[in-house]
Each structure stands twice: as structure tokens, then as C-alpha cells.
């Protein structure tokens, strides 16, 4: 089943050194993550619609539809008044991002741990921009010194406005 996402969140937390990504559905279910400065480099290339290896566009034919955001997982038939956590109350350690239909309507992006279950989201121009958006305010507290490499402005190219 799919359910749409609600709200996403990124913020950075000093102690860490990390951001922390959260994700939550309209069923009430939250994932949580976080982002490393070394992550980074492997993110920001997918949020602007590019193969973080290949750097090959990925929505250039523009054949993608603008639906909302939504992440695939299992009915939950019981459903709660409080939140639950699919992949544990702990944030994961994102460390890899693997690709999964990427040709059709399905495509979707996962950001993993080194082992284990990930965050499954689909790749969309959508949900590229929303999370660029979320993750400009963060990375400027970081004082990573990515913000002086020219990332946060979308690619004219790819559509996502």
C-alpha cells in the first residue's frame, strides 16, 4: 500500500555533527535518519535529479508526473492514535543511495544504512525540491561550507519548479 507523505523535517544537531532527516506518513508511521557531511556529497547530486555516480540527468525527457509525494509500505490494518516507527526509534546511518525503477512512474530512491532496511521515497521533481528546501536551512548550520559550492539553486534543466 502507499500512503502520502505528511510532513518532512531536517535539522541540524551540533552535538552530532549530523543532520537529522524525519519523515512522516499520513498513517502516523516516522522514519528517521541521518545525513553526514560525507552523505552530502552523494545526496545533493539525486535532490537535483542527477545519478550521484554518472551525474546523467534523470528527468530530462520530462516524462514524469507530478503527483504527491508518497512512500510504499505495508497496510497496517490496526491502525493507532500514536506514532510508530517502521525501522526503529533510532535514526539510521544513511551511507548509500540505490535507485529502483527508475524509468517509470514507480521510480523511487532509497537511502540506506550500510545494512539493513532504508527509507524508500519516490523520485520525483516534487519531492527533490521539497527536500533541497528542507535541507538549505541545516546545511547552513553545519558550517559544513557547502552552501559556497552552489547547490541550493534547482537546475533550470531538470524541471522542478
Known amino acids: 500500500m502507499t500512503y502520502p507523505i505528511k510532513q518532512i523535517h531536517a535539522s541540524y544537531t551540533p552535538q552530532e555533527d549530523r543532520i537529522l532527516l524525519t519523515v512522516e506518513t499520513q498513517n502516523q508511521q516516522i522514519y528517521l535518519g541521518w545525513i553526514t557531511r560525507r552523505f552530502v556529497a552523494l545526496l545533493l547530486p539525486t535532490l537535483h535529479g542527477q545519478h550521484p555516480i554518472t551525474k546523467v540527468n534523470l528527468f530530462e525527457d520530462g516524462s514524469y508526473k507530478r503527483t504527491p509525494p508518497q512512500i ?10 500514536h506514532p510508530e516507527y517502521p525501522l526503529g526509534e533510532s535514526p539510521l546511518l544513511f551511507s548509500k543511495i540505490s535507485f529502483s525503477a527508475l524509468n517509470t512512474e514507480e521510480a523511487v530512491f532509497i537511502l540506506s544504512p550500510n545494512s539493513g532496511q532504508g527509507i ?27 552552501e559556497h559550492e552552489g547547490i541550493y539553486g534547482v537546475p533550470g534543466n531538470n524541471l522542478l519548479q
Open 72 to 81: 510504499k509500505q505495508a497496510q497496517n490494518k490496526d491502525q493507532k492514535n
Open 120 to 146: 524508500k521515497l519516490p523520485f520525483t521533481p516534487i519531492l527533490l525540491n521539497l527536500l533541497l528546501k528542507k535541507l538549505k536551512k541545516p546545511l547552513e548550520q553545519s558550517d559544513w561550507g557547502i
